[in-house]
């Protein structure tokens, strides 16, 4: 299975490759496909230099995707030439960027994913590379996660600098650190849109009893389980020592969910809004959930603003921010992910009656993270880990799955499945991603059955019910 850092370069060197048979030149003598190298290259040399090492790993990685033929004589070289162990590196925007953003530059290329617009591909694709790239080497230095926290904020602020594709508003010269910008009157006054989803909450409010079955019912996680039946517990005692007159006992209400893609964290964080809601404490129950994206700007100032609508939107529920790590200020001064993480910790000791945050990622990063910074430390002192799922947990999860888009699998077709389920784990690495996997199986198996019944006579409604082991 393709990881979604390689499909997103791949489908940007696509766009690069049509721009440049369009025959489009900006100022310089590379073309888009080139430029879009280069700027890789000198983006992963400026992670590599942040520990102070460059690894054969780093090397290999760039080699590999990049096709060129560094050793380690020759990337030193080629980060001295290109000054990107400079200062003032990060005041230049990669130049492959302005082909993506000008409008007519832009091919005839369809991309059906998550990612909305041609900007959002350019940045996601920096974003997943670069994640992978630090990871290369089994090791994940603060001081990379610093460096690709930087740059995706460098990215971002120039990203943003363009309202559409072919409307450019004035861009910071480079000579000027992206880092001092500040928001004008006109922008703070503009409205901010809201990067995110929101789980409403049910107008007819929560079942207490009908939750915890729910909870139950969840696959696997028994020890996210017994942390969540413990909270609950607690906060019913509670109660019951108000009614007689005591005092309540200290209750977490922020959390940090540490696991691996795919392991139920955002599942387990809407089932706890709507059971705090049940228990009193909160008086909506709702669920909204962002990323860094959405709470991060690329103007000074303009981050509190964000912050501040997200917090807005969730007060009375939970806001559950994935990949938090991202916020943590690794950067120099003016980094707007620490004035996100002020606004947040202020924002959260203003609503605390009403508010409960959820910070979740992987559990190295996470741990990087609360300890970068004292006041999430003192906030978030409540940490609930989601292992890996097993082979069976797995195997369940696909077998509901099937359930629930009314397919069935025949008895060896499950025998085939458990196979192909330990294939996947015995070969899995840093991205697998657990149940999204899973669902991803689901539906090649479901495209395997159609293109083997398309053109199959006489297919009755049980041959479209029943997955066979040539489909997995």
Do not use: W
């Not at 959390?255 to 909160?282: D, E, H, M, Q, W």
């Not at 888009?405 to 008895?411: A, I, T």
């Amino acid at each position: 299975m393709e990881q979604a850092s390689i499909a997103l370069f791949r489908t940007c060197k696509q766009i690069a490759r049509e721009i440049d048979a369009n025959g489009i030149l900006l100022e310089g003598d590379f073309s888009a496909t080139e430029q879009l190298r280069m700027d890789l290259r000198n983006f992963f040399c400026y992670l590599a230099i942040a520990d102070g090492v460059v690894h054969k790993e780093e090397i290999a990685y760039i080699n590999k995707l990049l096709e060129y033929e560094f050793n380690e004589e020759t990337i030193i070289d080629c980060i001295r030439r290109h000054k990107v162990n400079d200062r003032d590196f990060l005041n230049y925007t990669p130049l492959s960027l302005h082909y993506f953003l000008k409008e007519n530059n832009i091919p005839n290329v369809v991309y059906q994913s998550k990612y909305y617009d041609i900007k959002s591909l350019y940045y996601y694709m920096y974003q997943e590379l670069g994640r992978d790239f630090i990871a290369c080497n089994r090791r994940v230095d603060d001081k990379e996660i610093r460096n690709l926290t930087r740059y995706l904020l460098m990215l971002e602020s120039q990203i943003n600098a363009y309202k559409h594709f072919g409307e450019e508003r004035e861009v910071v010269p480079d000579s000027i650190p992206y880092q001092v910008r500040e928001i004008s009157k006109n922008q703070e006054d503009e409205e901010i849109a809201f990067v995110g989803t929101i789980t409403e909450p049910a107008a007819e409010g929560y079942d207490l009893e009908n939750l915890l079955i729910e909870m139950d019912g969840l696959i696997g996680l028994e020890s996210v389980k017994k942390e969540v039946k413990n909270i609950v517990n607690l906060l019913r005692i509670n109660e019951l020592r108000k009614t007689n007159g005591l005092k309540p006992a200290q209750v977490a209400r922020h959390f940090v969910f540490t696991g691996n893609p795919g392991t139920g964290k955002t599942t387990v964080a809407r089932l706890l809004s709507k059971i705090y809601c049940a228990l009193g404490v909160l008086s909506k129950g709702h669920l909204v959930e962002v990323d860094r994206s959405g709470m991060v700007a690329g103007y000074m100032g303009q981050t509190a603003l964000k912050v501040k609508q997200v917090v807005e939107k969730a007060k009375g529920g939970v806001l559950f921010i994935d990949e938090a790590y991202a916020l943590s200020n690794h950067g120099p001064e003016g980094d707007f992910g620490q004035e996100a993480i002020d606004t947040l910790n202020k924002a959260m000791e203003d609503y605390r009656e009403d508010l409960i945050v959820i910070v979740a990622g992987y559990p190295d990063l996470m741990s990087a993270f609360i300890e970068a910074n004292p006041g999430l430390k003192s906030r978030f002192n409540k940490t609930i880990d989601f292992p890996d799922y097993d082979a069976d947990s797995l195997f369940a999860i696909f077998m509901s799955m099937c359930k629930s888009q009314d397919y069935h699998l025949s008895p060896n077709a499950e025998e085939r499945l458990r196979e192909v389920i330990q294939e996947m784990l015995t070969h899995r690495d840093k991205n697998f991603g657990n149940a999204r996997d899973i669902r991803n199986l689901l539906n090649q198996v479901i495209e395997r059955q159609a293109n083997r019944l398309v053109n199959a006579a006489g297919v009755d409604k049980e041959q479209l019910l029943t997955i066979e082991p040539v489909d997995l």
